[in-house]
């Protein structure tokens, strides 16, 4: 089942993922996970720079970002431990997490995490906003 948006085109590089996986209609996530693809940066960056494939491992293991695939029928919903008061998040938005907390799976040869619902700390617009390279502190 290939999620289709009411919104803009979808985002290429969300489309390719969505594309590769397939359709996942007949997969069940229980309870509170949440499964997500795990962003890869590209072989070649904006600004032309070629990354290893060292650095591009690097995001299979280390990646904190992540696009929505699934969520189990209770994510997200207030229980006696966790309340969300009305936050969600939704099919096809990036979202951030600690590799540590989510199970690395491979569905389709695509690299995705499964995530419980507490242990996703926020969504962002673009995967490329959140790194885990070092920066130099002299930049303000």
Sequence with gaps: MLVKFDVAPIDPVKK?????????????LFSVRVLVATYVRPEKTKGGVFLTNKEQQE??????????????PMAFQDSEGSAFNGQNVEVGQWVVFRPGDAKRIQINNINCRIVEDTQIDM????????????????VK
Excluded at 123 to 135: F, N, Q, S
């Design 16 to 28: 390719e993922i969505f594309d590769a996986i397939g359709d996942l209609s007949e997969q069940h």
């Design 123 to 138: 969504v962002v617009t673009d995967p490329l906003l959140i790194t885990h390279r070092p920066v130099d502190a002299r």
């Design 59 to 72: 995001d299979v293991y280390q990646g904190q970002v992540g696009l929505v695939l699934k969520k189990g």
